[in-house]
Structures are given as structure tokens and as C-alpha cells.
């Protein structure tokens, strides 16, 4: 389908979401899911059309779809895993996790695998650290992982026997798809990530609270 096809299917369905709220642009999310519901991705076509039909610059639009990992910039595979590497994550081993998925799948943060299947994000946290270690596949959670989970996830998503459906591919994706907004090389292995790991590691004593106000108030 055409973009223009796709605005004309779309149109409605945004005219009811955009009449649900006071505010118009309260929208946007959920007009954005739908755009990358059918595309696999949030184009720029779909960017600028969710900015006219809101009244919003298309900056404003850009600036939530590069700011949520929900939202995929560019084309990118059938599926998305998306290991959190926040901070309890990490204490319960996601360091691990996310270098076993780089070795198996022979990719780096924001990369896709040859034959489209994979893309690769390390992602801030997805607000489920009591089941750490987490992440995402195409937005849907998957908790508690170990090694031998990610094998059956890897060896079932290949099978097409997995539970969470494919995304749509209306693009085939590059080989990276890392944007003007990225650091080439980031995610976890990245320099920065690394000296907090091994400060983490070496020295837990670096890790000093601070007394707050409240605090403070509260001890008088
Ligand atoms: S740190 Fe991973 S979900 Fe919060």
C-alpha cells in the first residue's frame, strides 16, 4: 500500500482517537503506534502527516518518536529485541544477557541482521525491574531472562513458532540503523558504560548518598 493509500485508511481512525481527548494532541502516541503498525517503522511521510493532522510542528512529532524506544526511526527487522540495560538489569546479570545476544546473533547495538530477521537495541529502562533481567521483542515483554531462554526465543523466532508476531517489513532495512541522533559504537560496550561497569565492579564505595533536604529536616 501507498502512503497516501495508508493516510486515507488511517484518516478515521486518527479523527476518533484525535475527538477522545480535550487537547489534540494527546494523540500523538497512539497515532504513532498505528503509523508503525502498518509501515514496521515511523517514517518521515508519517511524521509530517501526524504533525498536520494534530497542528503540531513535525520537530515536536520527531522529538517524541527519537525520545521513546517504542518507536522504531528507521526500517528495521521482523523482530526487535530490545534488552533493557538500566541499572537492575544490570545488577541481575542483563551485562551478560545483552553480550551472549551480541556473540549468538553476531550483531552490535542498533544493527539488523542480513536477512532482516533481527535488529539489535540496548534500551534505557522499561519500568519492570522486579523482573530483572527484562527487555522487549516487538514491544511485548519478555522477563527473568537467562541464556538458555534467549536460545529458545532465537532458536523459536527462527522456527516462526514464536508467541510474539513479526512486525510488519513495508522497507527492507540497512545493515545499521543508527541515526544523526546516535553515537556510532554506543550501548552498553560503549566506553562511558564501561568505566561505570567496572567502577561498579572494583569499587562500590564510589556510590556515596547524598543527604537530601527532606532529610535533613527530618533528622533536626
Ligand atoms: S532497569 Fe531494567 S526494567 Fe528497570
Excluded at 3 to 26: C, N, T
Excluded at 135 to 141: D, I, R, Y
Excluded at 179 to 201: N, T
Aim: negative net charge; contains cysteine.
Amino acid at each position: 500500500m501507498n502512503f497516501a493509500a495508508l493516510v486515507v485508511k488511517l484518516k478515521a481512525e486518527a479523527d476518533a482517537l484525535i475527538a477522545q481527548y480535550p487537547e489534540s494532541r494527546s494523540a500523538l502516541l497512539p497515532i504513532l503506534h498505528r503509523f508503525q503498525q502498518e509501515q514496521g517503522y515511523v517514517s518521515p511521510e508519517a511524521i509530517l502527516q501526524t504533525a498536520e493532522w494534530l497542528k503540531i510542528t513535525p520537530a515536536t512529532v520527531e522529538s517524541t518518536v527519537t525520545f521513546y524506544s517504542l518507536f522504531y526511526r528507521r526500517p528495521v527487522g521482523k523482530y526487535m529485541l530490545q534488552p533493557c540495560r538500566g541499572l537492575s538489569c544490570i545488577i541481575n546479570g542483563a551485562y551478560d544477557i545483552m553480550a551472549y545476544f551480541r556473540e549468538k546473533l553476531c550483531l552490535e547495538h542498533l544493527q539488523t541482521s542480513a536477512d532482516g530477521l533481527f535488529s539489535y537495541e540496548e534500551v534505557e529502562c522499561l519500568a519492570a525491574c522486579d523482573r530483572a533481567p527484562c527487555m522487549q521483542v516487538n514491544l511485548e515483554f519478555i522477563y527473568d531472562l537467562t541464556k538458555e531462554n534467549v536460545d529458545a526465543m532465537i532458536e523459536q523466532i527462527r522456527a516462526g513458532s514464536f508467541e510474539v508476531k513479526p512486525l510488519t517489513q513495508t522497507k527492507a532495512p540497512d545493515a545499521s540503523w543508527v541515526g544523526k541522533h546516535d553515537v556510532p559504537g554506543s550501548g552498553v560496550g560503549d566506553a562511558s558504560g564501561e568505566r561505570m561497569l567496572r567502577r561498579l565492579e572494583e569499587d562500590s564505595s564510589s556510590i556515596k548518598a547524598h543527604p537530601t533536604s527532606e532529610r535533613l529536616l527530618a533528622d533536626v
